[in-house]
């Protein structure tokens, strides 16, 4: 085994150790951001770049449906629809039906849009994802390395002591 000068073998092994947790912990949240962010965050960003601001109308609401509100907006003598929630530059609690809203929605497809600003949501996704990425990956790797043995001596114990 191969270690750097001045390094004691017990530092060489935690060091080692350290660096497979953290890969494997780098690489499950890459695993799990990147999948997280292709469901809104993506869509927000071309919205927050190339979105165009219009008024549109709420259709109808969903509150116990995590505030959901349902809008049409015309563009070019044509209405379109969407779903979003209140907020992010709207009413939060007090929409009625029939209530103007601000939407966004994209010049070169009309039927990708959003209620509210992209800016605002953007904000709002990103802790959540960002979280999901560090909390999901150490928490599997802890059951991972706790219910399968030889997980766990892989990860922790030095090469030349787990053949003896």
């Given at each position: 085994m191969l270690r750097p000068l001045g390094c004691t073998k017990l530092a060489y092994r935690r060091a080692r150790n350290l660096g497979k947790f953290f890969a494997l912990w780098l690489l499950g949240g890459v695993a799990i951001t990147i999948p997280l962010s292709q469901i809104?965050?993506?869509?927000?960003?071309?919205?927050?770049r190339q979105g165009i601001r219009t008024n549109g109308l709420v259709t109808d609401?969903?509150?116990?449906n995590?505030?959901?509100?349902?809008?049409?907006?015309?563009v070019a003598g044509r209405t379109y629809s969407g779903i979003g929630r209140a907020g992010f530059g709207n009413p939060e609690f007090c929409l009625t039906?029939?209530?103007?809203?601000?939407?966004?929605?994209?010049?070169s497809d009309h039927f990708e849009?959003?209620?509210?600003?992209?800016?605002?949501?953007?904000?709002?996704?990103?802790?959540?994802?960002?979280?999901?990425?560090?909390?999901?990956p150490l928490f599997a790797l802890g059951i991972y390395s706790w219910r399968f043995p030889p997980f766990r001596r892989w990860l922790f114990v030095p090469r030349s002591a787990s053949h003896t």
């Open positions: 809104n965050l993506v869509r927000f960003l071309r919205l927050k609401l969903e509150p116990t995590h505030q959901a509100v349902h809008y049409s907006f015309k039906r029939g209530q103007d809203l601000i939407v966004y929605y994209l010049p849009s959003c209620a509210g600003n992209p800016k605002e949501l953007i904000s709002n996704e990103v802790p959540p994802i960002v979280l999901a990425g560090i909390t999901f």
